[in-house]
């Protein structure tokens, strides 16, 4: 079963605009991941937050992680084009397991 | 550096056929994945290796699918028979896994596998 499950499935926006992807997952963890999806190609990891973490940045990357919710937020500041991908969070153990995954679309 | 190298990218075989799918991981990296992809199941690990031993195959949906991992640098994913429902992309990963500590893993660019 999948530990992590991203929310929206799909979500569509214009470039400069802002998007926001979230994660639930549902067991205690260490650290959550996020890698995104360029169509037909491997997934590259983007950003790793700890459980004792809240929130981190990375360029126009913003994540935040909420432990007692057990959810994750990632967020694109100023979209663009090329930010078109699927995003996926991922939970920690030695073996990662992946959410259903959010493809976003942006627009120009 | 060289990433995750997986070899055939496409294949498209007949029902019935055996499937050999190849990864060389990174050098150095301790762990190696083996996922598989569909639009239905999404992205599910099939088997771990950890010092090129297996960890966890529950992944591996049955009999017909095989992993094996003679030495560090090389992995193979085998199904035999193939069935029109195997039909997916392969992706292989690789990490240096430190228990306990967040672990980027790094994937390859996939196998395409159509069986007809």
């Known amino acids: 079963s999948q530990q992590g499950e991203e929310d929206p499935q799909a979500l569509s926006i214009q470039e400069g605009e802002n998007a926001t992807m979230n994660c639930s997952y549902k067991?205690?963890?260490?650290?959550l991941q996020w890698y995104r999806q360029n169509s037909g190609r491997g997934l590259v990891h983007l950003i790793l937050?700890?459980?004792?973490?809240r929130e981190k940045h990375s360029g126009r990357l913003r994540v935040t992680l909420d432990t007692s919710k057990k959810s994750s937020s990632l967020l694109i500041t100023a979209s663009r084009a090329a930010d078109t991908a699927s995003y996926f969070c991922?939970?920690?153990?030695?073996?990662?397991?992946f959410g259903t995954g959010t493809q976003l679309k942006v627009e120009l | 550096d060289a990433g995750v190298i997986q070899s055939p990218r496409h294949e498209v075989t007949e029902m019935g056929q055996e499937v050999t799918l190849r990864c060389k991981p990174i050098?150095?990296?301790?762990?190696l994945f083996w996922y598989r992809q569909t639009m239905m199941r999404g992205l599910e690990l099939l088997i771990y290796?950890?010092?090129?031993?297996?960890?966890?195959d529950s992944g591996m949906p049955e009999d017909r699918f095989s992993a094996k991992m003679p030495n560090a640098s090389f992995s193979t994913l085998k199904i035999q028979p193939s069935e029109p429902r195997d039909s997916a992309v392969y992706f292989c990963?690789?990490?240096?896994?430190?228990?306990?500590?967040?672990?980027?893993?790094?994937f390859g660019e996939g196998s395409w596998l159509t069986v007809v």
């Open positions: 990963a690789s990490s240096f896994i430190v228990v306990g500590a967040g672990n980027t893993i790094y």
């Open positions: 937050i700890r459980s004792n973490e």
């Open positions: 290796f950890n010092n090129n031993v297996p960890i966890d």
């Open positions: 991922a939970t920690d153990a030695d073996k990662l397991t």
């Open positions: 050098s150095g990296h301790n762990s």
């Open positions: 067991t205690s963890i260490n650290n």
